[in-house]
């Protein structure tokens, strides 16, 4: 029903995960169906407080990522992207650390995208940072090597605070 309206569609967001009980089995289903008909899926992955508190990031952003890739050739998997998005973020008003939240899409993210296919597919890949992104930290979470872009969510409603993140990302 989407193509032809649009061309990004947001696969396995935390709300769809939490509200409606998306598992990573049927983000995996999602993703193959948006590349299927031509849509790019922009893939969330990302731990829930109490995960996060207990020091689990590492194994759930892991196992979500190779799930939502399992079965997936390099080509396709080239054809998405991959957001991080801490759901303990969301808004919020907290945001992981720029250097925390690169930590996480670099050993994490591309180590399973690399484990999966290889080191030049986990770099080509564009993973981007969403979770509470502002104009006040947006320019040092994109700075940060392993992180692409920003996944921009309720300040995107906000005309000013989104204009000065698309400024700070032009920099």
Same mark, same amino acid.
């Given at each position: 029903?989407?193509?032809?309206?649009?061309?990004?569609?947001?696969?396995?967001?935390?709300?769809?995960?939490?509200?409606?009980?998306?598992?990573?089995?049927?983000?995996?289903?999602?993703?193959?169906?948006?590349?299927?008909?031509?849509?790019?899926?922009?893939?969330?992955?990302?731990?829930?407080?109490?995960?996060?508190? &207990?020091?689990? /990031?590492?194994?759930?952003? %892991?196992?979500?990522?190779?799930? +939502?890739?399992? $079965? =997936?050739?390099?080509?396709? *998997?080239?054809?998405?992207?991959?957001?991080?998005?801490?759901?303990? &973020?969301?808004? /919020?008003?907290?945001?992981? %650390?720029?250097?925390?939240?690169? +930590?996480?899409? $670099? =050993?994490?993210?591309?180590? *399973?995208?690399?484990?999966?296919?290889?080191?030049?597919?986990?770099? &080509?890949?564009?993973?981007?940072?969403?979770?509470?992104?502002?104009?006040?930290? +947006?320019?040092?979470?994109?700075?940060?090597?392993?992180?692409?872009?920003?996944?921009?969510?309720?300040?995107?409603?906000?005309?000013?605070?989104?204009?000065?993140?698309?400024?700070?990302?032009?920099?």
């Amino acid at each position: 029903m989407l193509a032809g309206l649009c061309q990004y569609v947001i696969v396995g967001h935390s709300e769809r995960r939490q509200y409606f009980a998306e598992t990573d089995e049927t983000v995996n289903k999602k993703v193959k169906a948006a590349l299927a008909h031509g849509l790019t899926p922009i893939v969330c992955v990302g731990e829930i407080l109490a995960e996060n508190e &207990a020091g689990q /990031t590492a194994a759930v952003v %892991t196992r979500q990522t190779r799930a +939502a890739y399992a $079965g =997936l050739a390099a080509g396709d *998997a080239l054809k998405t992207i991959l957001a991080y998005e801490p759901v303990w &973020a969301i808004g /919020t008003g907290k945001a992981a %650390t720029p250097a925390g939240a690169n +930590a996480v899409v $670099g =050993l994490h993210i591309r180590g *399973a995208l690399a484990d999966l296919y290889s080191s030049a597919v986990a770099d &080509a890949l564009r993973v981007q940072y969403g979770g509470s992104v502002t104009a006040a930290n +947006a320019a040092d979470l994109m700075a940060q090597p392993d992180i692409d872009g920003a996944l921009v969510g309720g300040a995107s409603l906000k005309p000013a605070e989104f204009a000065a993140i698309v400024k700070a990302a032009a920099h």
